[in-house]
């Protein structure tokens, strides 16, 4: 790839970036001429394979050049992680995506699965951890939802550096969240032992996921996903969905008792997190459901969003829900979610070919109801005065993920780079930008 970190890190505020005649809502239910106007443009074709790292074809790009290339590389990722899986949980390549089928990267390690009570060493890959003791007989779900956060502690906010809260969905109940790793990474968290406390003091020095890649190991991915229960209101065709056992954990919060259902859930918002040999900053895509909420600025023109009610007055945009919090609550007020830095033009356009696309493939595909946000990455990935590699865009939040802390405020509102460069095990040593660590016993 063409060198990019000589880019002068200039209008590093890329929501000011602009294509003309790009229509401003996602493109999610076109017509046949529309598809074929879109699948028109020069996209590489749907494929199984994650790309290694991006592709600069230009001479001397850009900085929005670049930010489209990484874009680029976010979509290729998205098909790929969200290919069908075939029995063993690798992609089927004899299939196509489209369909709503179990994915590869739901077949990875949950974060409950690595980070087990009193520093234990988590089972090989591909055997899977039992879920909590009050999940038994409920039957099996694809994936077991234990946290009903980002984070681990939501509830507590004493717990958590920013505003945080809950999610509420249109229909009064809670979002639901997991966070999976793919397999180089799960293998580097078991070779050195970081697992556990007593792991992390051996080891002691920084954690570091940085590895040779090959078609067949494509280095360290995690991936933060986040779900609504489907009910009143919504059309389940137009999600991915899964079956899922839906876990309250009671350590969460004082009076929360522990539950578990197996629910339809559907997926609202996805981050791609993938540690490539350009970006040891780590490349952050994050896309969300087309119908989750409207953008700072815009008329709300959809018949139903996830998370807004066009009709409410007196709402207050990215606010907490009430206290108390407590995910077997039935009918709590719904949070009342608005994006507040819009998609670029740019970003966009891209949608809308992937969607067509993604349509052309199969006319009923679910993902073509997803769009990416945007995706930050470090222009300068090997500055020696800033290790978060100057991130661009600077802020970055998914509706869903980050729901409270969206903005432009420097070291409040959500930029996953700065945030991230914090990170540190349980020894204070440095955790090459996750937070997951933390959650070793």
Same mark, same amino acid.
């Given at each position: 790839m063409a060198a990019f970190a000589a880019v002068a890190p200039l209008a590093l505020a890329l929501g000011g970036c602009? %294509?003309?005649?790009? @229509?401003?809502?996602?493109?999610?239910?076109?017509?046949? !001429?529309?598809?074929?106007?879109?699948?028109?443009?020069?996209?590489? *074709?749907?494929?199984?394979?994650?790309?290694?790292? #991006? =592709?600069?074809?230009?001479?001397?790009?850009?900085?929005?050049?670049?930010?489209?290339?990484?874009?680029?590389?976010?979509?290729?990722?998205?098909?790929?992680?969200?290919?069908?899986? %075939?029995? =063993?949980?690798?992609? =089927?390549?004899?299939?196509?995506?489209?369909?709503?089928?179990?994915?590869?990267?739901?077949?990875? @390690?949950e974060s409950r699965e690595i980070f087990l009570p009193g520093g234990a060493a988590p089972l090989p890959w591909g055997q899977d951890t039992?879920?909590?003791? #009050?999940?038994?007989?409920?039957?099996?779900?694809?994936? =077991?939802?234990?946290?009903?956060?980002?984070?681990?502690?939501?509830?507590?906010?004493?717990?958590?550096?920013?505003?945080?809260?809950?999610?509420?969905?249109?229909?009064?109940?809670? #979002?639901?969240?997991?966070?999976?790793?793919?397999?180089?990474?799960? %293998?580097?968290?078991?070779? %050195?032992?970081?697992?556990?406390?007593?792991?992390?003091?051996?080891?002691?020095?920084?954690? /570091?996921?940085?590895?040779?890649?090959?078609?067949a190991h494509v280095g360290a991915i995690m991936i933060k996903s986040s779900w609504k229960v489907m009910g009143a209101n919504d059309d389940a065709s137009r999600f991915h969905t899964i079956k899922a056992?839906?876990?309250?954990?009671?350590n969460e919060h004082e009076g929360v008792s522990a539950a578990c259902k197996l629910q339809t859930v559907g997926l609202v918002g996805l981050h791609i997190v993938h540690k490539t040999g350009s970006a040891p900053q780590w490349v952050w895509s994050t896309f969300e459901h087309v119908d989750n909420a409207p953008s700072k600025g815009d008329t709300p023109s959809k018949p139903h969003y996830n998370f807004y009610d066009k009709t409410c007055t007196t709402c207050l945009p990215n606010q907490p829900p009430p206290r108390p919090w407590n995910p077997n609550a039935t009918g709590t007020q719904p949070t009342q979610v608005v994006r507040d830095i819009p998609l670029t033009d740019s970003t966009k356009k891209l949608n809308a070919q992937y969607q067509a696309l993604l349509r052309s493939a199969n006319a009923n595909s679910v993902w073509a109801n997803?769009?990416?946000?945007?995706?930050?990455?470090?222009?300068?990935?090997?500055?020696?005065?800033? *290790?978060?590699?100057?991130? !661009?865009?600077?802020?970055?939040?998914? !509706?869903?993920?980050?729901?409270?802390?969206?903005?432009?405020?420097?070291? #409040?509102?959500?930029?996953?780079? /700065?945030?991230?460069?914090?990170?540190?095990?349980?020894?204070?040593?440095?955790?090459?930008?996750?937070?997951?660590?933390?959650?070793?016993q």
């Open positions: 602009a %294509d003309g005649g790009v @229509k401003s809502e996602p493109h999610d239910r076109l017509s046949g !001429a529309d598809i074929r106007a879109h699948a028109d443009a020069s996209l590489p *074709p749907l494929s199984w394979q994650i790309p290694l790292d #991006v =592709n600069v074809p230009q001479t001397k790009p850009s900085l929005q050049d670049l930010q489209d290339d990484f874009d680029l590389l976010s979509w290729q990722t998205f098909v790929a992680v969200n290919w069908p899986a %075939d029995a =063993n949980g690798n992609p =089927n390549t004899g299939a196509t995506i489209g369909a709503n089928l179990p994915t590869v990267w739901e077949n990875w @390690k039992p879920p909590p003791a #009050v999940c038994a007989g409920l039957g099996d779900g694809t994936l =077991n939802l234990t946290q009903v956060g980002k984070t681990p502690d939501v509830l507590d906010e004493s717990a958590e550096p920013f505003e945080t809260g809950p999610l509420i969905d249109q229909n009064g109940q809670y #979002v639901r969240f997991a966070i999976m790793t793919n397999q180089d990474m799960f %293998d580097r968290i078991v070779r %050195d032992r970081l697992y556990s406390k007593a792991g992390q003091a051996a080891f002691n020095k920084p954690a /570091d996921f940085a590895q040779p890649q090959t078609n056992l839906v876990y309250t954990n009671p997803y769009e990416l946000i945007s995706t930050q990455w470090p222009t300068k990935p090997k500055n020696p005065i800033d *290790p978060t590699g100057t991130p !661009a865009p600077t802020f970055l939040a998914n !509706a869903t993920l980050e729901t409270y802390i969206q903005g432009k405020v420097p070291r #409040v509102s959500s930029s996953c780079m /700065d945030c991230h460069n914090d990170a540190t095990m349980n020894n204070g040593l440095a955790a090459d930008f996750t937070y997951l660590l933390q959650r070793a």
